[in-house]
């Protein structure tokens, strides 16, 4: 999903988890976008394929050879199951609250049904390079390419800053 969902489910995830100090608030809200901390590369390589910034199907299938690259290993990493599994491991290790890699698992339970055609995850990788195919491409839906999305961005925005000034 777009940032602004992941942000907001973060947001909401440690306005609601009990007994968590502000700093951890935080951490949560960071590992709900973590996964997705590599985008910048992919943009940068969408720019300089593409010259300008609004992708289309077609500019996408022609970024398919790059992106099925090397450039997509981080990604591909970040949105496997192993990744929030390593958390979990290290969480339980280390006594870190669960909901650090909780928010990771979630992050890919967002990505899972929105990611449809070359970014289906690989949620097995890299036991099984088979991509899972989602209902949608999200950042090809006219929804997250208009006006809406400041819409909507803006009213998880205001519940944001409510959230925060109220319960954290
Ligand atoms: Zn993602």
Redesign the pocket.
């Known amino acids: ?1 777009d940032m602004g969902t ?1 942000l907001f489910v973060g947001i909401v995830t440690a306005t609601v988890w009990p007994h968590l100090s502000h700093e951890q608030q935080i951490i949560t809200v960071i590992f709900a976008l973590l ?2 901390s590599f985008e910048w590369l992919h943009q940068m390589v969408r720019k300089k394929e593409n010259g300008h910034n609004h992708l289309s199907v077609n500019d996408y299938n022609k970024l398919a050879s790059h992106i099925g690259g090397w450039i997509m290993l981080p990604y591909i990493f ?2 496997s199951l192993f990744a929030p599994l390593i958390f979990f491991g290290l969480s339980w290790i280390y006594d870190w609250p669960m909901v650090y890699s909780l928010m990771w698992f979630v ?2 339970l ?2 899972l049904p929105s ?1 449809k055609l070359k970014l289906g995850l690989k949620l097995w990788w890299p036991f099984s390079q088979k991509r899972l195919h989602g209902f949608f491409d999200w950042w090809l839906a006219p929804f997250f390419r208009g006006w809406e999305l400041w819409g909507y961005w803006a009213i998880l925005s205001v519940v944001s800053v409510i959230l925060i000034r109220k319960f954290w």
């Open positions: 999903m992941h996964p997705d970040l949105h992050h890919l967002l990505d990611h």
